[in-house]
Structures are given as structure tokens and as C-alpha cells.
């Protein structure tokens, strides 16, 4: 791949003097060449990826028995694909499953989890749906090896039965009890294994599984979270930090097609097994729909820290990446804490404007702010570290996004605002900013003050590297970034 020429913006400043003091007036901008290091991706469609870490290599498991695997989380290399006999991740999924198979009515898995356990083992949490009800099962497959084949083990869950009991024991009501699809399975601080679970119907649900043999301690469906009458909330995901004490649930709300607003959210809880909070200190299970309603989005998307949304970024004159698509419906996250690097990733499949259903995966790199709420990375990931900066190098014109909270098919484009050293911001919005320790970052719009961070990463899209910023507020439950027009030099 040849080298990039990286477009950067060099803003020569000038100073005006007004009422309220003097600022710099950007006005005069030039463009320069600047050579920078070579930034190659090998791209991958898994949908729903759940990410696990082995032997310093990062695997991702998906939808419809697909997986990929990469060294640097950029470059992607598919391992397997599909419900057949050439998949290596399962050998002959149609007949080691067929009891699953035969349940959902179905020909294909939906999105599994995969982790290690204290024989060494890994253990495939996998699931089978037919698609239009919540006909469904969860079941447990077993490889020595990461990559399969995975041995069938049993089904632990089913739902949407009309003529036997429910694993409660009682009638199955959709409204109230879980699909059982999506698992996440996860250690706590003190090593008890969990599982959530759940999509659409009842809601999001969470149980206990066996340290030693992976499977649910007690009977049942377990605690249920959040959710219930069919509100459109999935793929739960739950990580763990330990700077924070905090357990993070990562949720995708709205509908996973193109058209469909999928946007990814966060709530938190001190113990594994919840209860969950948003940003507003509201328990989630107070997250539902009303009795007799159906795809109720309007409820729903007054809940959860809202940290993405479909979105695009616009492009300024001289700029490199003309035809530029924004992000459509990004979703079905998983997330990991990589102790060597003593990093954050979020990874997710999104769909593109104008492009259809095609998927393909991204990693943008997370930090946590001083509310201790995840903050995501405006860029995919390319290997950035966060350091240290003087208000000088965070100063500047930036292209603005700001997610906010409805679940919408709409995309969010970017606007353009300055960040003055004073301290103050004009533009699409105004309002005041200030850094703080050198790489975090506060910023006050219409009275909303947002708590994040800055970093310098890669813009993909302008093939430069850039400043950027990132914040999440506790007011109002959105997000903003901001991506500076300046390269680095």
C-alpha cells in the first residue's frame, strides 16, 4: 500500500479584541503536504462480533457461525463463515446442533460469546432464532482450541414454546419473559461466572452459570434487567473496571438493518448481577414499554448513555477523502480491556450510507472520564496512545458531532465550531471549554457541561492525523466529538 500524503491544515492566527476580552480569530488557513506513516486495514463483515483475547492474537465470533481474527485490531483475517461443512469453527453445525436447529426452526446461529474457563477450555454460548417470533434456544459447545471445532455440550435456554411450560415453570408471555438469544458471558471482581442475555420481547435477562462446567447454577431464566413488551433493546454486553468499581453494560437500542437507527448505549452497576443505572441514577428495569405497545422507541430512547448513532462527517475544501460515506445503524458491540496495553476497545458492525446491508466491523478505542463514564474515540482505532497537551495543541476549528438521544435512521453531520485558548467556543454552538491534567477535557454547551477527554488519532476519511475530543454528559445522557481540521505535524 503506498504511502499517504496527509492534507494538514495550519491555521495562522491573528488576535481580535472585543468586549469580552481578546481571542484568536482563525481566519487565514493554508493547506500543507505531511508525510505520515503508512495506515493499512484489512477489512471483515462478522456481524454481532463478541471479541475474545488469546495468545496475543484478538478473535472476534458473530452471526451465521462467522469469525475473524487480528493481531492489531486493523487488520482482520476471516477463520470461518457460514453454516457448512467447510466451517472450521463447527464441524457439521446442521447435525451437531440439530436439536437447537430443530427447536428455533431455523438453518443458521445468531450471535454467540465465546470464553475460556478454568479447565482451559473454551466454551461456544451459542443460539439458534426463528427470526419472526422469539422461538429460540441457547446452548453450550466445548473446543480445546480457540478457533474449533466446537462439540456440542446441550441446550440450557429455550423460549417462545406455546405448548410446554416456560423455564419458569409457568405459560411463556413474550411481553414479559426473554428471547434467549445474544449471550455475554462473564467473570465478576470476585470470579463468579454470569451470563445476560436477551432481544426485543421480555427484555434483557442475567443468571448465573457454573465456574467449572459453564452451565446455569439454578433453573429458570434468571434476573431480568431491563426491557419488556417488545421494546427494541439486544445485545447486551458486560465488561468490568476495576479504576472505577463499576460493572458496564453495553446495549444496542433500535433496529440492527440500514434503516433501522441502531445506536449503542451504556449503563452501570456496582454488582454484577445489576441492578443498572444510566446516566440519570434511574434503574433500568424501569426501562419498558407500556402494556399493549410494540417497538416503543420513544420510551426507550429515554434511557442509556447514548454514546453512538449513525453519523457522518463532513468535508471542508482542500481536504482529502471527497467520497466520503457516513456510518449507518452501528450496533451489537462487544467490548475489552487489553491488559497489556492498558487499553479499552469497543467493536462493533456498522452498515454504510448508500451501501445497502453491507457490514463490516469497527474498533474505536475507549477511555473513561471523571464521572467514570465510558467515552469512545471518534476514529477507528489505529494504534493511538493518549498523552499529554497543552491547551495551544487542543485550541483550534473542529468539525462538531453531537449524538444526541433519539433512535433514528437520521444521520448526524458534522458542524463546525472553534475552541478559542480563552477558553471559549463559537460557531454551530457556543458555550466555554476547558482541559484539565493535560488530555482531559470539559465543555459546556446551552448550559449541558460534558466531561471526556482528548487524543490525537487518525482520521481515516481526511487521511491525516488530528486532535480530537470526546465527551459524554450525565445531564442529558449524549455524546459529543470533535475532529480538529489541523493535521499534526
Known amino acids: 500500500m503506498k504511502k499517504r500524503l496527509i492534507m494538514g491544515m495550519i491555521i495562522m492566527m491573528g488576535v481580535l479584541a472585543n468586549g469580552c476580552g481578546i481571542k484568536e480569530n482563525y481566519e487565514e488557513i493554508k493547506l500543507v503536504a505531511n508525510q505520515k506513516k503508512e495506515i493499512t486495514f484489512h477489512e471483515v463483515s462478522v456481524h454481532d462480533p463478541s471479541v475474545v483475547k488469546h495468545d496475543g492474537m484478538y478473535y472476534i465470533f458473530g452471526s451465521h457461525l462467522s469469525g475473524a481474527k487480528s493481531a492489531d485490531l486493523m487488520n482482520w483475517e476471516k477463520i470461518g463463515n457460514g453454516v457448512n461443512r467447510s466451517n472450521p469453527i463447527i464441524d457439521n453445525p446442521l447435525e451437531e446442533m440439530k436439536e437447537a436447529f430443530t427447536w428455533a426452526k431455523t438453518d443458521t446461529f445468531w450471535a454467540p460469546d465465546v470464553i475460556q474457563l478454568e479447565d482451559g477450555k473454551f466454551y461456544m454460548y451459542y443460539c439458534n432464532c426463528e427470526g419472526s417470533s422469539p422461538l429460540a434456544c441457547l446452548g453450550i459447545a466445548v473446543s480445546d482450541t480457540i478457533e474449533g471445532p466446537y462439540k456440542d455440550l446441550g441446550i440450557i435456554l429455550k423460549s417462545g414454546m406455546t405448548d410446554t411450560p416456560s423455564e419458569n415453570g409457568d ?80 446495549l444496542s437500542f433500535g433496529g440492527l438493518d440500514a434503516d433501522g437507527g441502531y445506536n449503542i448505549r451504556v449503563c452501570r452497576s456496582k454488582t454484577p448481577d445489576g441492578p443498572y443505572y444510566d446516566f440519570d441514577g434511574r434503574d433500568m428495569i424501569e426501562c419498558t414499554g407500556a402494556v399493549g405497545t410494540f ?25 482529502e477523502g471527497i467520497d466520503r460515506k457516513g456510518l449507518v445503524s452501528p450496533g451489537h458491540n462487544s467490548a475489552i480491556y487489553d491488559e497489556e496495553s492498558d487499553k479499552y476497545f469497543l467493536l462493533f458492525h456498522t452498515r454504510f450510507e448508500k451501501k445497502g446491508e453491507m457490514h463490516q466491523v469497527r474498533v474505536h478505542q475507549m477511555f473513561f472520564n471523571e464521572d467514570g463514564w465510558p467515552v469512545v474515540m471518534p476514529y477507528r482505532y489505529t494504534g493511538e496512545t493518549q498523552e499529554t497537551y497543552k491547551k495551544a495543541e487542543v485550541a483550534g476549528v473542529y468539525k462538531y458531532i453531537n449524538h444526541g438521544r433519539k433512535i433514528t435512521s437520521d444521520l448526524v453531520t458534522s458542524e463546525e465550531i472553534t475552541l478559542y485558548q480563552n477558553g471559549s467556543i463559537e460557531g454551530a454552538v457556543n458555550g466555554s471549554w476547558k482541559l484539565k491534567n493535560g488530555n482531559k477535557i470539559e465543555v459546556t454547551i446551552d448550559n449541558i457541561t460534558y466531561s471526556g477527554v482528548c487524543a490525537i488519532a487518525y482520521d481515516e476519511f481526511g487521511e491525516k492525523e488530528v486532535m480530537t475530543f470526546t465527551a459524554v454528559s450525565v445531564q442529558n445522557g449524549q455524546s459529543i466529538w470533535g475532529s480538529n481540521l489541523e493535521a499534526i505535524n
Open 171 to 250: 405459560f411463556y408471555d413474550a411481553t414479559v419473559y426473554p428471547n434467549v438469544v445474544d449471550p455475554c458471558v462473564y467473570y465478576d471482581a470476585s470470579g463468579r461466572l454470569w451470563m445476560m442475555y436477551g432481544s426485543y420481547s421480555g427484555g434483557i435477562y442475567v443468571l448465573e452459570l457454573n465456574t467449572k462446567t459453564g452451565f446455569p447454577l439454578d433453573k429458570g431464566y434468571g434476573k431480568k434487567i431491563l426491557g419488556g413488551n417488545h421494546l427494541r433493546i439486544e445485545g447486551s454486553y458486560v465488561i468490568y473496571n476495576p479504576d472505577t468499581s463499576y460493572y458496564y453494560m453495553f
Open 295 to 319: 417497538f416503543d422507541d420513544e420510551a426507550a430512547e429515554k434511557f442509556g448513555m447514548k454514546l453512538m448513532g449513525g453519523y457522518r462527517w463532513s468535508i471542508r475544501e482542500g481536504e
